[in-house]
């Protein structure tokens, strides 16, 4: 199969299992992303998040995670849904916690396509990955053209807005390479201007360790002090910085059931997540990304914002 016909197979296959876009990158060391993140892990933006700085050299060459890697294929996968959280006064949750864990469900995704390629190709040397090893999501997906970083750093579309979870197939099979797209972001500083602890300290650069999602979900330990009262009322995770972008008035609805939240969670009260009992998160989080933070750490958050 010629290089352009593996190309087509593959992306068209790609967007036949679900996946929102799909670009391809030449794997190859990230010689300038390498020295943004090391100052950015110089100046301790990463706070507790000390796997940040672990397999540094890794994290900037994708060959090293694949012996004989030649391309990095970035996919997208939608989750945005227009159902919210019914009572307004209740704490709350990002909408990628909605539904079942993404690691699991777009991870099947991947290895699907992976099963796939090589059933089209014979045997290929790849490994698939979803926000779960070092890997430079965001710059692999403006490499491939699948997206554009934003001012809030997170990976924005035209079509899709930012609302999708990334997922990359690095493998040693030789494709046709996508070019970047341009920054669609302009004078808009709404992001910026949103964000309740002041994490997107200019455009393009954000402090982890003081985004809500870091206190909500990564922190171990006591939320500071100094943050009560800019939590904007969030339990688990932050949509602050989408929410308010313009790009993501053209989102559009997912596909994925498994992303469907349960039942009863969009109709707890404020009330209910005050008394909630370690048998309703177990009920309401089974198969969630949200069981990271466990109940102690929730109950934690919950308290913390009241």
Same mark, same amino acid.
């Given at each position: #199969?010629? $290089?352009?016909?593996?190309? =087509?197979?593959?992306? *068209? ?10 670009? %391809? ?9 390498a ?36 391309? %990095? ?5 939608? @989750? ?25 469900? %777009?991870?099947?995704? !991947?290895? /699907?396509?992976?099963?796939?390629? =090589? ?8 490994r ?13 997906? *403006? ?15 035209k079509? *899709? ?7 990359? !197939?690095? &493998? ?9 797209? $341009?920054? @669609? ?14 994490? &997107?300290?200019e ?10 999602? @870091?206190?909500?979900? /990564?922190?171990?330990?006591? &939320?500071?002090?100094? #943050?009560?009262?800019k939590?904007d ?13 313009? &790009? ?11 992303? /469907?939240p ?10 209910d ?5 370690? /048998? ?13 933070? $466990? @109940? ?11």
């Amino acid at each position: #199969m010629r $290089k352009d016909e593996l190309t =087509r197979f593959v992306k *068209q296959t790609a967007l036949q299992l679900g996946f929102g876009s799909c670009g %391809v990158a030449k794997a190859e060391k990230l010689e300038p992303e390498a020295v943004l993140l090391e100052q950015w892990l110089n100046q301790n933006r990463h706070g507790e998040m000390h796997y940040m700085a672990n397999h540094f050299d890794k994290r900037i060459d994708p060959r090293l995670l694949v012996d004989g890697a030649k391309s %990095v294929v970035c996919l997208s996968y939608n @989750y945005f849904t227009e159902k919210k959280q019914t009572d307004p006064t209740a704490p709350k949750l990002a909408m990628y916690a909605f539904g079942k864990d993404y690691h699991d469900v %777009v991870r099947a995704k !991947l290895e /699907e396509l992976l099963r796939l390629i =090589r059933e089209e190709v014979g045997e290929v040397n790849g490994r698939c990955f979803v926000d779960s090893a070092p890997v430079m999501e965001r710059a692999w997906a *403006q490499r491939s053209g699948v997206g554009w970083v934003g001012k809030n750093s997170l990976t924005l579309t035209k079509g *899709q807005g930012s609302y999708f979870f990334l997922a990359e !197939l690095i &493998i040693d099979l030789e494709l046709n390479y996508d070019s970047p797209v $341009k920054d @669609y972001c302009g004078n808009c500083t709404k992001c910026v201007d949103a964000c309740p602890t002041g994490a &997107i300290y200019e455009p393009y650069k954000v402090d982890g360790s003081k985004c809500i999602s @870091y206190f909500t979900i /990564e922190l171990k330990e006591a &939320i500071p002090a100094s #943050m009560k009262g800019k939590m904007d009322n969030w339990m688990f995770g932050c949509d602050v910085c989408q929410q308010v972008c313009p &790009i993501n008035a053209r989102a559009v609805p997912h596909q994925e059931e498994a992303f /469907e939240p349960h039942p009863e969670l969009l109709g707890m009260t404020r009330e209910d997540w005050m008394n909630l009992s370690e /048998e309703t998160f177990k009920q309401l989080f089974k198969g969630s990304a949200v069981k990271r933070t $466990k @109940y102690s750490g929730l109950k934690r958050n919950i308290t913390f914002i009241q």
